[in-house]
Each structure stands twice: as C-alpha cells, then as structure tokens.
C-alpha cells in the first residue's frame, strides 16, 4: 500500500498547487456556513414582511441534501483535472506500469479522494444543518456520496478527452441536483421520470417512511452500484 499512500500525497499536491482547485475544496464549508446562518435569517425576514406562518423552512432539507450531494462534484472536479492533465502527459501510462498499478492508481486519485469528500460533507452537515435530518441519515448519505464522487469522476473521464473538456462535462455533473427538486417540488407520478438519478432516490429515502422509504433508499445505492460498476469500467478501457 506504500506506493498507494505515496501517489495519494503527490494527487494532493497537485490540487493544491492550482488557487481554483484549493478554492473549490473549502467551498462545502462556505456554504454550510452560509446555509447555517443565511437562509434562517432570510426564511425569519421573508414571513415577518409576507406575514405568512412558513416558507422557506419545508425545505430545509433541500439545503442539507445540496450539501451531502455538492461534495462530491466540488472534491472530484478538484481531482479530475489531476486525473485527465496526468492522462494528457502520459503520467498515467508511467504509473500503470510501477508497482503502484491501475489498481493503485483508481485508489490513490478516485476511491482515497472520494472517501475525504464523504467524510467532509458529513462533517459540515453534522454542524451546519439546518434541517432536522438525523445522523444516521447523514452516515448513509456520506456513503452515498463516497460512491457517487467514484463514478461521477470516471465518467466525465471517459467523456472528456482533455481539461477543456473535462471542465465543459463537469458543469452538466450539476444535473444531480435535479433529482432532489423533482422530489420536493413535484407531487405526481411525473416526478418519477427522475427516477434515473440516485439523488432521486435518496431524497424521496429522506422524505419517506415505512417500507417506501427502504425500497427508495435501496433504489437509490442500486443505481450508484450499477454506475460505479459500468464507469469503472469504462475508466479502464478510456485510460
């Protein structure tokens, strides 16, 4: 695991050689910070001026799902320039055939970054939700997140043949976003066209009770599995 440990290190160091990429890192924390104390105040001076008893607070949880599903597109967007800039250079090529391995490589620059990015937004939600969504909703949400920085990362991968590319596939990533609002905002079976992305799933999870709850969380990492396994995949035939 040495070798693993030791290109990990060199990953980070490249992240944080580039100012957007350091940036990108600590805006999870921004914006828990700006969620912790920005939409109470804004949600308390919107019914003192409209006189209405509630309108931002049923969606509290829509903000703390934003957190525990950005997290992972902010750290693997930080990562994939890393990624497609050392398969651009021929590094990757070098490191395939050192003791480090593909096998290596996948850990240090996808599963290693990934489980840092879970752990992260678990972290900031633990102190900076606003909504009253349980730690054991946040542990199983992490896990969600640890899976989907994986697959979503190989997939831009795949996609992008160079950085420009990669940044060009990264802003459609936010298409994840789309399946927690179809789940709030959408109350008939239409909301179920969403049913493609795990955030879907993992909302309705969080909305739900009872044995609708668990089909929906079961759904949910069903579909990251099915990605990770299909993206992985991919990963290895493009690299």
Same mark, same amino acid.
């Given at each position: 695991?040495?070798?693993?440990?030791?290109?990990?290190?060199?990953?980070?160091?490249?992240?944080?050689?580039?100012?957007? =990429?350091? $940036?990108? /890192?600590?805006?999870?924390?921004?914006? &828990?910070?700006?969620?912790?104390?920005? !939409?109470?105040? +804004?949600?308390?001076?919107?019914?003192?001026?409209?006189?209405?008893?509630?309108?931002?607070?049923?969606?509290?949880?829509?903000?703390?799902l934003t957190i525990?599903?950005?997290?992972?597109?902010?750290?693997?967007?930080?990562?994939?320039?890393?990624?497609?800039?050392?398969?651009?250079?021929?590094?990757?090529?070098?490191?395939?055939?050192?003791?480090?391995?593909?096998?290596?490589?996948?850990?240090?620059?996808?599963?290693?970054?990934?489980?840092?990015?879970?752990?992260?937004?678990?972290?900031?939600?633990?102190?900076?939700?606003?909504?009253?969504?349980?730690?054991?909703? =946040?542990? $199983?949400? /992490?896990?969600?997140?640890?899976?989907? &920085?994986?697959?979503?990362?190989?997939? !831009?991968?795949? +996609?992008?043949?160079?950085?420009v590319e990669g940044?060009?596939?990264?802003?459609?990533?936010?298409?994840?976003?789309?399946?927690?609002?179809?789940?709030?905002?959408?109350?008939?079976?239409?909301?179920?066209?969403?049913?493609?992305?795990?955030?879907?799933?993992?909302?309705?999870?969080?909305?739900?009770?009872?044995?609708?709850?668990?089909?929906?969380?079961?759904?949910?990492?069903?579909?990251?599995?099915?990605?990770?396994?299909?993206?992985?995949?991919?990963?290895?035939?493009?690299?």
């Amino acid at each position: 695991m040495k070798p693993v440990y030791i290109s990990f290190e060199r990953f980070i160091k490249e992240i944080f050689k580039d100012a957007m =990429l350091s $940036v990108i /890192s600590f805006l999870p924390v921004f914006l &828990g910070a700006l969620f912790k104390f920005g !939409i109470p105040f +804004l949600d308390a001076f919107l019914t003192a001026k409209t006189g209405k008893a509630v309108l931002l607070s049923p969606y509290y949880l829509l903000f703390d799902l934003t957190i525990i599903f950005s997290t992972p597109i902010m750290f693997g967007y930080a990562g994939l320039m890393v990624i497609l800039e050392e398969r651009d250079t021929g590094i990757f090529r070098y490191l395939s055939v050192t003791p480090l391995g593909i096998k290596g490589y996948l850990l240090s620059r996808l599963v290693f970054i990934s489980a840092i990015a879970a752990l992260y937004g678990f972290v900031v939600e633990l102190f900076c939700h606003i909504s009253e969504i349980t730690v054991f909703q =946040l542990l $199983v949400g /992490s896990l969600f997140s640890f899976l989907t &920085g994986i697959w979503l990362v190989c997939l !831009i991968s795949c +996609l992008a043949s160079n950085k420009v590319e990669g940044l060009a596939f990264s802003k459609f990533s936010g298409f994840l976003i789309l399946g927690p609002f179809a789940a709030f905002f959408i109350k008939d079976w239409i909301k179920y066209i969403a049913g493609f992305l795990p955030t879907f799933w993992f909302t309705e999870f969080c909305l739900s009770k009872g044995s609708y709850a668990v089909a929906a969380l079961a759904s949910s990492f069903a579909l990251s599995v099915m990605y990770l396994a299909l993206t992985v995949r991919l990963f290895k035939k493009a690299v």
